[in-house]
């Protein structure tokens, strides 16, 4: 037997140390598979689980019909036309970055800038939500769609979806009513879908007006119908027979939106008007519902719902005539001569006028070293409450305010609705200002002096007033005294035509009014239409309705800007520089029904730039009751044509003079000139 020898090893030490090196090779094999097996089977559970049966069955959105939008006749306003999308979904997107994207780029056009913008957010998608298909073209046009659909073959994860995209028929009437849509945020998209809202990217949510507050209604809820799938997320038919019949989930259709605006006369009162900016309304004095309602200038929302490029919005933002605005409840204004009903029955109330009350005018008012002037230089004469209401006499109501004070016109006209949201809701609105003594001495240096009260007694100096605040003060001066909650939308319905919602009549509150006053005041506000030397009585008699038609109304010119010692003809001042003419009445005086509020901004006299819209709007409104007491019914979801002549515009010359309009400066406290209430050089009319 050999001995063994230093540095050699033996067989079995040798056999040992190999397995010691394989057992140890096979444990980190081990450690290492089930490490992977935790990664798999546990941290990436969910996302392979979900892989694999995408592999498999993929689910397909079936978008719900959204409601369409009618007028109270059933005409559709607002529908959905069809148009097609595309998406890319990242899990099914091979060579996504290399081939199908740069593939996109040159089949749609695309920018290098749209190109980027499109693979950072498919990137993003693909590490948050990798099945979820992104849109990367919407609304594409014939020739998109079909060099899409000429190469599907080398476009894997890239679909054509057919999805219905929202159709404004009335173009830009009604646009701040109806409103418009755009694609939602991915803040919105959080925190709806956090509320149990199933909102996906690329969906288009309601901005504005109906579109916005009837959001929830009008979307309804989408479906799903399953398909097996390959890999590449391409159908297999012939396996899709094995999902059963619980495959598809069919969608519901959203409610459709009745309004209250008869489209008929809303079409009357956008012919009439004759302005380039302002409004009209017209509301029923007995429920507050509005039946017609111009906002001009409107804007297109076809335009903001589609591919609106950043040009166009930027020309939109630099009009200075703001068509974004809407003037019937957004934007607030001087009232004028219109506010005169609030002053007298303030008057009335405090005891110390009654209608009987006689006032003489000299052509103007002296307090302390001042004198406020009317708008009559050589004076109305002795005048009682129906003669300064008829002939709108200055004199006679700054007497009131010197008398009473501030305060208590601030209370009547607060009592009325003015100062405050009139909660219509569906639109956005300011509050106006009805200022009181405490408003001036916090917002006026100096605080609160009697010449403020006086500025106030006439509808100048702060208040501030919406068109739609005064409509319904001339609402409630109409039916006795109820201040009602406007409303535009009388009821939600089905697919079908089933109400499923209806809106009715809410009164906000009822205001304390003696009805003697009311009487004295209705009876002024109908010898301004009625009476010759009112100063609506001219318009009345070209209207062509009855002189047995009793109209109740008021006129009013309210200054823009400080005027001189020598008044000025509307056309010898620039656009901005021109005076609002009000329109505010009722009809028929007797036994009111239709209030008419018009707001011709700009436009110059109330008695001829807005009483004819006002007065034609009127007659329209009971040309048409009269016509449906004996005419069929119309057959209801016809779509509306428009049949308008083009809206008013500016002249460049006369946006070249006044791009910016210049600030208003009625200093509070200090006299002002009223402005003429005539349209030409007769006797006063507003």
């Known amino acids: 037997m050999t001995p063994p020898t230093i540095g050699n090893t033996t067989p079995g030490r040798d056999l040992k140390r190999r397995f010691l090196w394989l057992g140890l090779a096979m444990s980190l094999g081990l450690v290492a598979l089930a490490i992977q097996l935790y990664r798999l089977q546990l941290i990436r559970h969910e996302e392979y689980a979900a892989k694999s049966v995408a592999n498999f069955v993929k689910e397909v959105r079936l978008r719900a019909d959204r409601g369409v939008i009618k007028d109270a006749r059933g005409t559709i306003l607002v529908d959905s036309r069809p148009?097609?999308?595309?998406?890319?979904?990242?899990?099914?997107?091979?060579?996504?970055?290399?081939?199908?994207?740069?593939?996109?780029?040159?089949?749609?056009?695309?920018?290098?800038?749209?190109?980027?913008?499109?693979?950072?957010?498919?990137?993003?998608?693909?590490?948050?939500?990798?099945?979820?298909?992104?849109?990367?073209?919407?609304?594409?046009?014939?020739?998109?769609?079909?060099?899409?659909?000429?190469?599907?073959?080398?476009?894997?994860?890239?679909?054509?979806?057919?999805?219905?995209?929202?159709?404004?028929?009335?173009?830009?009437?009604?646009?701040?009513?109806?409103?418009?849509?755009?694609?939602?945020?991915?803040?919105?998209?959080?925190?709806?879908?956090?509320?149990?809202?199933?909102?996906?990217?690329?969906?288009?949510?309601?901005?504005?007006?109906?579109?916005?507050?009837?959001?929830?209604?009008?979307?309804?809820?989408?479906?799903?119908?399953?398909?097996?799938?390959?890999?590449?997320?391409?159908?297999?038919?012939?396996?899709?027979?094995?999902?059963?019949?619980?495959?598809?989930?069919?969608?519901?259709?959203?409610?459709?939106?009745?309004?209250?605006?008869?489209?008929?006369?809303?079409?009357?009162?956008?012919?009439?008007?004759?302005?380039?900016?302002?409004?009209?309304?017209?509301?029923?004095?007995?429920?507050?519902?509005?039946?017609?309602?111009?906002?001009?200038?409107?804007?297109?929302?076809?335009?903001?719902?589609?591919?609106?490029?950043?040009?166009?919005?930027?020309?939109?933002?630099?009009?200075?005539?703001?068509?974004?605005?809407?003037?019937?409840?957004?934007?607030?204004?001087?009232?004028?001569?219109?506010?005169?009903?609030?002053?007298?029955?303030?008057?009335?109330?405090?005891?110390?006028?009654?209608?009987?009350?006689?006032?003489?005018?000299?052509?103007?008012?002296?307090?302390?070293?001042?004198?406020?002037?009317?708008?009559?230089?050589?004076?109305?004469?002795?005048?009682?409450?129906k003669g300064a209401m008829k002939a709108s006499c200055d004199s006679w109501f700054y007497k009131v305010a010197d008398t009473i004070g501030l305060d208590p016109i601030a209370e009547m006209g607060k009592s009325l609705g003015l100062g405050r949201p009139t909660g219509i809701g569906v639109v956005a609105e300011v509050p106006g200002i009805m200022p009181s003594s405490a408003y001036h001495d916090k917002a006026s240096p100096g605080g609160y002096t009697k010449g403020m009260a006086l500025n106030s007694a006439i509808g100048q100096g702060d208040d501030n007033v919406t068109p739609l605040q005064l409509a319904l003060v001339y609402a409630a001066v109409a039916n006795g005294g109820k201040l009602y909650k406007p409303q535009m939308v009388q009821r939600l319905e089905n697919l079908d035509g089933q109400v499923m919602e209806e809106f009715k009549p809410e009164v906000v509150s009822k205001v304390d009014i003696n009805p003697a006053h009311l009487k004295a005041i209705v009876e002024g506000l109908e010898a301004v239409a009625q009476e010759p030397g009112g100063t609506a009585y001219r318009a009345k008699l070209k209207s062509g309705l009855p002189a047995d038609f009793l109209v109740a109304a008021k006129t009013g010119t309210a200054q823009v800007a400080r005027i001189g010692t020598v008044r000025l003809k509307t056309h010898q001042m620039s656009y901005f520089e021109r005076d609002h003419a009000w329109f505010a009445g009722f009809a028929p005086a007797d036994k009111p029904e239709l209030a008419v509020v018009v707001l011709n901004e700009h436009g110059g006299h109330g008695g001829v730039d807005a009483a004819p819209t006002a007065l034609a709007v009127m007659k329209k409104y009971f040309e048409l009751k009269a016509q449906d007491a004996t005419s069929p019914p119309p057959r209801a979801n016809q779509p509306y044509t428009p049949s308008l002549p083009p809206a008013p515009s500016l002249d460049e010359a006369a946006l070249t003079r006044a791009v910016v309009p210049p600030p208003r400066v009625n200093l509070p406290g200090e006299p002002i000139q009223p402005p003429s209430e005539t349209g030409d050089d007769s006797a006063t009319a507003d």
């Open 83 to 385: 148009s097609f999308d595309a998406f890319v979904t990242p899990a099914f997107c091979t060579d996504c970055f290399e081939q199908v994207i740069p593939r996109l780029g040159e089949l749609l056009q695309w920018d290098p800038e749209q190109r980027k913008k499109i693979e950072d957010l498919v990137r993003s998608s693909r590490r948050n939500a990798p099945f979820q298909p992104v849109p990367v073209r919407v609304d594409l046009t014939r020739d998109e769609y079909d060099r899409l659909n000429a190469r599907r073959d080398i476009l894997d994860g890239v679909e054509v979806v057919p999805v219905p995209h929202r159709n404004y028929r009335a173009d830009t009437v009604l646009s701040h009513v109806l409103g418009y849509m755009n694609e939602i945020t991915q803040e919105e998209l959080e925190r709806l879908n956090g509320d149990g809202a199933k909102y996906a990217l690329g969906d288009y949510i309601g901005r504005r007006g109906l579109e916005r507050y009837f959001e929830s209604k009008l979307r309804g809820l989408d479906g799903v119908r399953k398909e097996v799938v390959n890999a590449r997320g391409q159908t297999i038919e012939e396996l899709n027979e094995k999902l059963g019949e619980n495959a598809v989930i069919p969608p519901t259709a959203g409610s459709n939106v009745v309004l209250s605006i008869d489209m008929r006369l809303q079409e009357e009162a956008e012919r009439a008007f004759p302005g380039v900016t302002g409004a009209v309304v017209a509301i029923d004095v007995n429920t507050g519902f509005i039946r017609a309602l111009v906002s001009r200038p409107g804007f297109d929302p076809n335009l903001l719902t589609g591919r609106v490029t950043p040009t166009q919005m930027a020309t939109l933002a630099r009009d200075p005539l703001h068509p974004m605005i809407n003037r019937v409840a957004a934007e607030h204004y001087s009232p004028g001569s219109t506010f005169k009903v609030v002053t007298q029955l303030a008057a009335f109330k405090s005891g110390v006028f009654r209608p009987e009350t006689v006032v003489n005018c000299s052509g103007g008012y002296r307090l302390g070293a001042r004198v406020w002037r009317c708008h009559k230089d050589s004076g109305h004469g002795p005048l009682d409450g």
